[in-house]
């Protein structure tokens, strides 16, 4: 394909991909107008309760009019002053909440530490979040305070770029790689437009992004004052000290990276929708481990009730500590991952060379020449009738003794509590009860979503 | 035990060995005849055929007073003129030794570049070896050149500390490190002499050898001109270039440091007789097996006739070699060692943690910044019917394929031709054809050395 013939096959498809993502004039209105009713009635609600001093901010993509067609998201951050106390702040914008939440259709509190709630109104996915009106995304008392200056900055931006970080977005979503939360580890929402408005547009982010290598930095306002040991570093022009790719993880950059590249190289329309993974079968689960040859366990407990960006790192964290326990215990590990239903279980799984190892371990010692750890190692070892041999290998002494975990699912149960650093609320999960699950178990698990999950994680190809 | 006590009894230890090992009056009479006879022979020979310029030099522990009773070893150079041309040594000394072949009651021609024979002769071994007389151990012009000077050396020196080397020499055949050919890699009679005059006897050796570590230098003559990269380096008196330690391998270095500092911690006459594994029956070994729960692979071929310091390098490169490959294609070795018998078969073993591996195999790319690795990556294993998946993981693309070598076997006789190291002399012989045993033919392997041997391998004990 020549350039020119490139640049035409790619302006093609951005026509075709507008006509599918560009919000209709329809959605628009409908959406204004939820908008304005539910900032109505935030000041109707505060004016109510003598809270003059709010003000009701609408920020996200609708306001900056990069959101997608379908996308039902409203942002609505409610504000106040910012030298009054987080007592205050917390009490008074909670009465506020209160009544808000009866505003919807049906509502949620989302709150952790700071106060928030999630309500569904007519048809529409509503974030409510009280925040402080502070001077600079740099002076900020909560993380929320930030988004109002990050809807700002893009709002005055972002003009001639809107189509641009529509199209941005959707080869994101198409390629795997758009979210940033914690269990996607993608790019979010306003990483994606800063960049789109770094490079100029999408072709622009594209062609600079196959050339990405770890430790990129964009600095977009020039003021970077701290260093970061991210894949990708994009000083947030709001906050100089801020990565804006902070959450990105290095899987989501490289696989970027290789579509961007790749995309360009060829440029189609199938890197704009989703691969998806129809559900396989448990029968068909079983023929698979039969032809891979390999062995799987899942461990299985009671999801705990926390937010996924809460649970996630300690599902992932549970992963590589358990895969380390393995290794150190000599067995292969070839994959872990995790699934995890709300109200129901959680199971992190760990795909194995073999779950059994013979019944000799052989141990190697500490250097002759280490007198102190030397003679400690001899007293355990040598002359222990149980050891197969004592000798010395190089400079080392060594044992042949016998193993004692020769299975994983033994080792896992002795020792997942004292040797696998294991998060709070999955600890405490796990202290209930878990089950680890070996493949006539995993067989059993119910759901679609589920064996969707366990086909893309066995048969995962990148395409096109 | 108290430092005195302890004194007392090295004291007693010393006095009882050395009653074992002291050669007899009786002995040492035999002994000079014999020597006295072969002296005459060679300047009755040399005059005979008009080699005037011939001196012979008896060499060894022999003439230095420093063999061990039932030792029958008798080392004569033949020495001449410095100046004279290689060809010409090399056909004069071979007149004499075609001579001296027929004095013995038996011979065999042992030279390889240089001349030289082994003859019996009234119940001794006696090595008869041309060699000329440079002006020192820096300038010889063949490796045999320096024996006289180490001769001089310890003659001159060792007076007083006779008995300590007979003492030391047991304690080194004792505890399994005497003997510097290759396939021992243990401590040379000169390097125990050395090593006995500098620390001043016995007791001194092991008290200082207790506290050695990895890169110790012993200097007696402070004359070092070169740095070696040797467990230990003991500098040669008669060439300050030369390491005298050099063939020690850091296996005999470490076990001799363990041995010293154990003796000293309680010493007892066990030391001093070399520990003795009876051979163990088939069956045993089956038995053994089983336990182990691991598994034995032996790679016979006919032994190359080459003497043993030719042969053993081969062996214990291919040993390392097929370590390597074996890892490289994700088998884990537990042990490897050699067996070989003159005139009759060699044979490599490897014992592993399995022979067989599932089949799938996971393979790690080149991370994706590397765009021309990248490319060959892709194009090997994307849209590959056969692999299982193709994504990334962090900077990698990550391919699960087929695995090539699902059994050790198969591996070895695919690779080992094209991508194990192979000495020559091995190579050559598997060439003529060469078996892979499993644990029943290895089971079919005859006679009590090769069964003591294997015994050793699998329940070796450091004792006392």
Redesign the interface.
Known sequence: MTADSKKEKIEEIRAEILKRVRPTDEEKTKLETVRKGIIDDIVRIADAQGQCDIVPLSVGSAERNTWLHGNHDIDVFISYPEDIPFDEFYKRSRMILTEMAKTGDSWEDRHSEHPYIHIQKEGFEVDLVPCFRVKSGADIKSAVDRTPFHCAYIKENIKGLEEDVLIMKQFMKGTGVYGSEVRTGGFSGYLTEILTIYYGGFEGVLEHAS????GTVIDIADHQTLEHDN?LVVVDPTDPKRNVAAALS??K???F??RA?EFLKNPILDYFTPKSYPPMTPAEFEKMMT????EMIGISFQTPPKAEDTLYPQLFRMEKSLEELLTRN?F?V??TFSWSEEMEKSVVFIEL??TV????Q?RAGP???N?AN?ESFCKKY??NPT???????????VA?IPRKYKTAEYLIEDMIFKEAALGRHVRDSMKNGYDVLREKEIMEIKGDDFWKFMNEK??????P
């Not at 032809?291 to 390999?294: I, L, M, Q, S």
């Not at 190892?357 to 000799?360: D, E, N």
């Not at 066995?458 to 395409?463: G, K, N, R, S």
Request: aromatic share 14%; proline share 8%.
């Open positions: 050339n990405w290598k770890y894949p290095l899987t950059f490289a696989l990276i290789d590249r032809a891979r040859g390999t000599e292969t070839i994959n060379l073999t190892l013979p019944p000799l052989k250097p002759v020449w007198a030397a040598k002359n050891t197969f041999s004592f000798s010395i290998e190089n400079e080392k002494y042949e066995l048969t995962a190809q990148i395409e």
